[in-house]
């Protein structure tokens, strides 16, 4: 029996080892990014067509019949591909439109039977065929447009290009994610020239702009300079206002030491005159103390014993206190008396010294007008003395004319010598036949022949005439005649 038992339990857990295995291969789970693809089976699948002859799982498990039903897996991932499409505008323009499509399966099972059915065993040519299909409607549409609406509106190339793979990409099964328009080349330079006028404009423009700033940059920085150098002004002449105050405080302040100066040396004289004038009344009422009072203090003196003697026989007590009264009176009085006195001195002695100066101030006043007449006096005399002498020479010169030209020749002969010498001072070559005695006899005629003495002579006799004509008291005081102009030079004959 339990042999029995036990050999149930083990077909009983075979038996569900079996069923786990079989239902491990029957069991089939689609991923999310999948759907599997059943064929072989007769169940209806919702939205697809009877007699199809497949049904689609997406999202969960199902059950598959090894060996009657075929799975397949088919691939809702998203794909690229490039676009690199040469196309001709409306005007004829060749131009180069680069893209990417981005696409995939639809996620409905009518999209993915679709799909199924054109690229289940060929899900790598998915990208080229999706490049055709918009390649071809990329030109078509491109040929119905010109670049500028091309620049001006990418945005309708593409909506119209996708508009147009709408239809084609339903029924491969596809939808479009996203397609972009990267560039739109222009081998021809079309683009380019069709940008050069706007670049100019805009170039154009920007130098006017930048010429215009500049304009108000120099007219602001001239603005600016000028500002600056008022501003500059301004400070030098507030700078040369405040200069002048200083100047003038300056000023002032280098007067006020000699200003106060005067003032304290004037006070110090007020002060002196002051002092001299009590010292003056004090002498005054010294010498009052010294000469008078003391007689009126004897007499005082005397008559207070005689008052103090009577007062001493009326009451002993009334005399001492009388006695104290009077001493100190009379030690006032005479301190009054000697203050009188020294005033009195001291005016005595201040006249006198103001008799002292005004003496000597007389005296030195007789001293110079002394000095004065007698220096009147001198040159009186001199003028005297210059006038008799000229008077003198002229009555002498009257007389014997001859003496004076003689003497007046004998002063100036070195002048006349070389006057004479003078003669022979363009000679360059002169030959003397006699010796010494031949250059005398030249020399001689010099002197002679051609006048030079005597009209050296004669000049300083004219000279001296004139001269003692027109100032008299110069010629004497000079004592010589002024020497008469050289005379013309001697020609000498060169006798060989």
């Not at 030690?331 to 009195?344: F, G, I, Q």
Request: proline share 3%.
């Amino acid at each position: 029996m339990p042999m029995v038992i036990g050999v149930a339990a083990g077909v009983v857990l075979a038996a569900i080892i079996v069923l786990i295995c079989l239902f491990k291969l029957m069991w089939r789970v689609a991923e999310p990014n999948e759907a599997l693809v059943i064929s072989g089976s007769k169940h209806k699948t919702e939205g697809l067509e009877e007699g199809m002859g497949f049904r689609i799982v997406t999202g969960r498990g199902t059950l598959v019949m090894p060996g009657v039903q075929a799975v397949r897996k088919m691939s809702l991932d998203l794909n690229e591909t490039e676009l690199l499409v040469d196309c001709v505008t409306h005007q004829g323009i060749p131009l180069k439109v680069r893209g990417v499509v981005i696409f995939k399966v639809g996620d409905d099972f009518v999209s993915i039977a679709n799909a199924a059915r054109r690229f289940l065993d060929q899900q790598k040519l998915m990208s080229e065929r999706v490049h055709n299909v918009f390649a071809g409607h990329l030109r078509s549409i491109v040929g119905g447009l010109t670049v500028e609406d091309m620049i001006r509106d990418r945005e309708k190339l593409t909506g119209q290009t996708r508009a147009a793979c709408g239809t084609e990409m339903e029924k491969l099964g596809l939808i479009v994610d996203s397609l972009q328009i990267h560039e739109i080349e222009d081998p021809t330079g079309y683009m380019k020239n069709l940008a050069m006028p706007h670049a100019a404009a805009v170039q154009r423009d920007a130098r006017i702009a930048q010429a215009q700033a500049n304009l108000q940059a120099t007219e602001a920085e001239q603005a600016a300079f000028a500002r600056m150098s008022e501003a500059t002004r301004d400070s030098e002449i507030l700078q040369a206002g405040y200069q002048a105050e200083r100047d003038k405080a300056a000023a002032s302040s280098r007067q006020a030491g000699p200003l106060a100066d005067a003032a304290a040396r004037q006070e110090v004289v007020v002060q002196e005159t002051r002092v001299a004038e009590l010292e003056a009344q004090r002498r005054e009422q010294q010498l009052q103390a010294d000469v008078r009072k003391p007689a009126d203090a004897a007499a005082y003196e005397r008559r207070t014993s005689a008052e103090a003697e009577r007062d001493a026989r009326i009451s002993a007590a009334e005399a001492k206190a009388k006695e104290t009264e009077l001493a100190a009176a009379a030690e006032a009085s005479r301190v009054k008396s000697a203050a009188a006195a020294e005033a009195e001195a001291t005016k005595a002695r201040g006249a006198a010294s103001a008799s002292a100066t005004r003496a000597t101030g007389e005296a030195e006043a007789a001293a110079t007008q002394a000095r004065g007449l007698a220096e009147a006096e001198s040159a009186k005399a001199k003028g005297l003395a210059e006038a008799e002498a000229m008077k003198a020479r002229a009555e002498a010169l009257a007389q014997n004319q001859e003496a004076v030209v003689a003497q007046q020749l004998a002063e100036n002969w070195p002048e006349i010598v070389r006057a004479g010498a003078e003669a022979f001072g363009n000679v360059e070559h002169m030959v003397v036949l006699n010796g010494a005695d031949g250059m005398a006899d030249m020399f001689a005629k010099a002197l002679t022949m051609g006048g030079t003495g005597l009209g050296l002579a004669r000049q300083l006799l004219a000279s001296m005439n004139s001269e003692n004509a027109a100032n008299p008291a110069s010629a004497q005081l000079n004592g010589a005649v002024t020497p008469p102009p050289r005379s013309e030079k001697i020609p000498v004959r060169d006798d060989k």
